[in-house]
């Protein structure tokens, strides 16, 4: 079973995503925010990530940066799922190391879809 970390800071959003991720075969990991994220991402080594940007401490962004950068992590693709939907926001989350944007709300079709082209499933 493929094992996705999602890295959110919504209570809400977390039980909901992680929902629709488990109906469509993932595991999930939960972190509340990037520091976790970042920690979780070299502990447990994700098949993927899927990044909130605005949070607390650290944010998406950076979170981001640091897997990408990390020789442990950097093979794990991250996925940017925000309610930012300006093309600066998505061209910065590239730059970071991103693979995929997602705009909140996000339908169940287009997360699966997005997660299973970048795992090559």
Do not use: C, H
Not at 27 to 56: C, H, S, T, W
Not at 112 to 118: A, E, P, W
């Amino acid at each position: 079973m493929r094992r996705i970390l999602l890295v959110e800071d919504s209570p809400t959003q977390a039980y909901s995503t992680s929902k629709v991720l488990e109906r469509n075969g993932y595991e999930v990991i939960v972190a509340v925010n990037g520091e976790d994220g970042v920690a979780f991402a070299k502990e447990r080594v994700p098949d993927l990530v899927i990044m909130d940007i605005v949070m607390e401490g650290i944010n998406g962004y950076e979170a981001t940066r640091k897997i990408s950068a990390d020789a442990r992590t950097s093979r794990i693709p991250v996925v940017m799922m925000t309610s930012k939907d300006q093309v600066t926001d998505k061209l910065w989350a590239f730059k970071q190391g991103a693979l995929g944007y997602l705009v909140k709300p996000v339908q169940e079709q287009e997360l699966v879809s997005t997660i299973n082209n970048l795992l090559g499933t």
